[in-house]
């Protein structure tokens, strides 16, 4: 099994069984961004730990909404909260849970796949919201189309 610890989407991502391709003597990975754009996305949904700063830009991009949208989704006073949310970078946010919960939520809801908020209703949000990061989000790129 071989894993590549990928930095490109602003975090590291470990990307298991990647297909690989060689360029001028240098194995590289042969990914479709966007397709791992969008499997990144979905991973993040199921996190089992809170978003780190990286994250929530990422999935702020992923969205394609300004700071000062995502303060006013979530309900925050201004977009300062999420600048120094996405200021933190590979630590824990700080975002509280209760906007986690909600950022969780509309992101199944762009996935369109809604049979995942009852898993994350039902106790999903429980644990995951307790735990800190632990290490890379981990890809199986096998399982990706």
């Known amino acids: 099994m071989e894993t590549l610890l990928f930095k490109e989407l602003g975090f590291p991502i470990l990307l298991v069984n990647p297909k690989m391709i ?28 809170r978003f780190t700063g990286a994250e929530v830009r990422f999935v702020r991009k992923h969205l394609r909404v300004t700071q000062k949208e995502l303060a006013r989704v979530l309900e925050m006073a201004n977009h300062t909260v999420v600048s120094q949310w996405e200021s933190k970078e590979d630590a824990v946010s700080g975002m509280n849970r209760s906007a986690e919960a909600l950022l969780r939520t509309w992101m199944v ?34 399982a990706v189309a």
Request: net charge negative; glycine share 8%; proline share 8%.
């Open 22 to 49: 060689e360029i001028r003597g240098h194995k590289l990975p042969d990914l479709n961004m966007k397709t791992l754009q969008d499997t990144v996305f979905r991973a993040l949904i199921d996190k089992p730990a």
């Open 109 to 142: 809801t762009v996935v369109n796949e809604p049979e995942r908020i009852r898993g994350l209703l039902e106790g999903g949000f429980t644990e995951t919201l307790r735990t800190e990061p632990s290490g890379p989000l981990s890809i199986d790129m096998a």
